[in-house]
């Protein structure tokens, strides 16, 4: 195994340890949003795809989801490990979201949009325009979720010294 295949490797492990890790918190989070049966949402940031999972099993099966992630490794690996049938994995950026206004009922973004600098993994250009942006994608009387979890990023930059 080359170094880069290695490092990529090492950084899903990382990634499925700290899911695994804050799972519980994060389903208490999720449950406590009262995410409606039946109802389409989007997962920015949404890396290995785990938590899309979890956001997949509130929204059931008529329900569809899209995880959005800018790694390719990253979306590559939530499809293949996914178990469920109503999400749709894509690879796209924060900053230039393509998707029809009033397309979801739902957004969720964990450890993803947050005012920093690109030095500590902050993906967000301009977080203002990016609300802006998310508040048309939502259909009327729908709700954004963000949750950042700042151990991640402490985690993050920890490994990469």
Same mark, same amino acid.
């Given at each position: 195994?080359? !170094? @880069?295949?290695?490092?990529? @490797?090492?950084? $899903? #492990?990382?990634?499925?340890?700290?899911?695994?890790?804050?799972?519980?918190?994060? !389903?208490?989070?999720?449950?406590? &949003?009262?995410?409606?049966?039946?109802?389409?949402?989007?997962?920015?940031?949404?890396?290995?795809?785990?938590?899309?999972?979890?956001?997949?099993?509130?929204?059931?099966?008529?329900?569809?989801?899209?995880? $959005?992630?800018?790694?390719? #490794?990253?979306?590559?690996?939530?499809?293949?490990?996914?178990?469920?049938?109503?999400?749709?994995?894509?690879?796209?950026?924060?900053?230039?979201?393509?998707? @029809?206004?009033?397309?979801?009922?739902?957004?969720?973004?964990?450890?993803?949009?947050?005012?920093? $600098?690109?030095?500590?993994?902050?993906?967000?250009?301009?977080?203002?325009?990016? $609300?802006?942006?998310?508040?048309? &994608?939502?259909?009327?009387?729908?709700?954004?979720?963000?949750?950042?979890?700042?151990?991640? @990023?402490?985690?993050?930059?920890?490994?990469?010294?």
């Amino acid at each position: 195994m080359n !170094e @880069k295949n290695q490092h990529q @490797k090492n950084e $899903l #492990e990382i990634y499925e340890c700290l899911t695994i890790f804050r799972k519980p918190l994060i !389903e208490r989070i999720i449950d406590s &949003l009262d995410i409606e049966p039946d109802s389409t949402g989007l997962d920015i940031g949404c890396g290995i795809g785990m938590i899309t999972n979890m956001l997949a099993n509130r929204t059931g099966l008529n329900g569809k989801i899209i995880g $959005l992630d800018i790694s390719e #490794e990253f979306i590559n690996y939530a499809q293949s490990n996914s178990k469920q049938g109503n999400i749709n994995y894509l690879k796209g950026d924060v900053n230039y979201l393509n998707f @029809k206004d009033n397309s979801f009922d739902w957004i969720w973004s964990m450890d993803t949009i947050w005012a920093g $600098l690109k030095e500590f993994g902050c993906p967000a250009e301009k977080p203002d325009l990016i $609300l802006n942006k998310l508040y048309q &994608l939502l259909k009327p009387g729908g709700r954004v979720f963000f949750s950042l979890l700042a151990f991640t @990023k402490i985690t993050s930059r920890l490994s990469n010294t």
